[in-house]
């Protein structure tokens, strides 16, 4: 089936230090893919999209590249703020008629100044 | 700016309670979606619904019903609550599309049920 697994959290990291947050995903054909991230008593928000090897996603200093070969999906930043503290879940869409989503698990990320 | 807006921020309510949760969006988004938030699981979906009086089931609609008879409006009823449904619910909605649209959620209602 489709699946998506992310690192265990939480993760703690100080401020300006380079955070990354692995995701892997299972799927039939060729999924978009996504992060979401949500900020404390929010609701969770698009941060960036993939929908096709080796594109790109990035948003707000945060980048993933579409891995096909590794079947990966992971979130990168060089210099992490105490704002981006949040809860960030990976997911992916199996098809593209499809609207439903598959999260991974999410992975709570604190920073400390 | 899309909204989603959800009834209740936070609901506590009795073993055997009928519970219902409220979920509008002014953007008339053609989807709409419940989901369950617990920790460790991440997000899955329980029903949605893809037009007025539509709706399909999730991963894990047991236990659920839903109920859409107006477009910006969709509600997700627990028959008969139980504390295995403690849990955080979040509504989302997205246009209608053969790409993807994004989904906007609300900011959740955390059901307590004792």
């Known amino acids: 089936g489709n699946s998506v697994t992310q690192m265990e959290g939480p993760v703690t990291l100080s401020e300006e230090a380079f955070l990354t947050i692995n995701c892997t995903y299972t799927a039939t054909g060729y999924p978009s893919l996504f992060w979401y991230v949500q900020y404390p008593g929010e609701g969770l928000q698009l941060l960036l999209k993939a929908t096709k090897a080796d594109d790109k996603g990035s948003n707000k200093g945060f980048e993933a590249t579409y891995r096909k070969e590794t079947t990966s999906f992971h979130l990168e930043k060089g210099s992490v703020q105490v704002s981006d503290s949040a809860v960030y879940f990976c997911?992916?869409?199996?098809?593209?008629?499809?609207?439903?989503?598959?999260f991974g698990q999410g992975t709570r990320l604190t920073i400390n100044p | 700016d899309v909204k989603v807006t959800q009834s209740s921020r936070y609901l506590v309510k009795r073993t055997g309670e009928k519970v219902f949760l409220e979920c509008v969006q002014d953007m008339d988004h053609e989807n709409m979606f419940w989901y369950r938030q617990d920790p460790g699981l991440g997000l899955r979906l329980i029903y949605f619904?893809?037009?007025?009086?539509?709706?399909e089931k999730g991963d894990i609609p047991e236990g659920y019903s839903v109920s859409r008879e107006k477009k910006e409006r969709f509600s997700l009823i627990l028959e008969s609550a139980s504390t295995n449904q403690t849990s955080m619910y979040l509504c989302?909605?997205?246009?209608?599309?053969?790409?993807?649209?994004?989904?906007?959620f609300g900011p959740g209602t955390r059901l307590t049920v004792l």
């Open positions: 989302a909605s997205s246009l209608r599309g053969t790409s993807y649209n994004e989904q906007f």
């Open positions: 619904s893809y037009d007025v009086k539509m709706k």
């Open positions: 997911a992916l869409k199996v098809s593209q008629g499809a609207q439903k989503l598959v």
